[in-house]
């Protein structure tokens, strides 16, 4: 089975941008969530979503969203790019089911300059 | 909200010396708790996982774990680490409904051969 995959892997934007992230899960998971990873603050979760729904969401602005779509794959987008997004954002995918082990993407990795 | 907490933030060992990495939660209900590993270059991936029954569960590469319910803890273990267990080691517990990974700090662990 092919394993989580992000694109882009590496992104560079500039201060008031926006960008968009993507998320393919592995075959069969139905549940996605983003983390954000930085030196300072380390792993934080962003949100979840399952069946196109968001099921949990972190301590994150309205800058950052996200949507799942029919085929479980998800999507992450963050406007007004400050230059403290940048980090390595990464998709993690479960069966769907709670508290359960997720598997994780290489993540992608933003530079806001 | 909980909390994870791992107690260091780098560990230096020869090859052969034993380790114990230690992560303590904040949380008084049911958890399902992890450790997670990222070796240099790599994505996260599951080293083992505690969900119910057994407090001691083994995970892959020789690493063990021992959940403590009434310290709260989940202190990682492995009997004679090798030069390629350098990576960085991750706490996290599952606390509520669906797939909220709250992770620890991280711990850097190098390894010298």
């Known amino acids: 089975k092919a394993g989580v995959t992000q694109t882009p892997r590496y992104l560079i934007k500039t201060r008031g941008q926006q960008v968009t992230l993507s998320c393919s899960p592995i075959s069969g998971h139905r549940s996605v969530s983003w983390y954000q990873q930085t030196p300072g603050q380390g792993l934080q979760f962003l949100f979840e979503y399952f069946s196109e729904t968001q099921r949990n969401k972190g301590n994150f602005p309205g800058r950052f969203s996200g949507r799942q779509f029919s085929n479980s794959r998800s999507e992450m987008n963050v406007s007004t790019l400050e230059l403290g997004d940048s980090a390595l954002y990464l998709c993690?995918?479960?069966?769907?089911?709670?508290?359960?082990?997720?598997?994780f993407g290489p993540g992608t990795r933003l530079t806001v300059l | 909200a909980q909390s994870v907490s791992q107690h260091n933030h780098h560990v230096i060992l020869s090859e052969a010396a034993s380790l114990e990495l230690g992560c303590n939660y904040s949380y008084g209900g049911t958890v399902n708790l992890f450790w997670y590993v990222q070796y240099p270059g790599q994505h996260l991936q599951l080293l083992l996982k505690y969900f119910s029954g057994d407090p001691l569960v083994k995970g892959i590469k020789g690493f063990e774990a021992e959940f403590i319910k009434s310290k709260f803890s989940f202190n990682l273990r492995k009997p004679s680490v090798q030069w390629s267990d350098t990576a960085e080691y991750f706490c996290?517990?599952?606390?509520?409904?669906?797939?909220?990974?709250?992770f620890g700090g991280g711990t850097r662990l190098m390894v010298k051969p």
């Open positions: 993690a995918s479960t069966t769907g089911g709670t508290r359960g082990e997720q598997f």
């Open positions: 996290a517990v599952i606390a509520n409904a669906g797939n909220m990974l709250t």
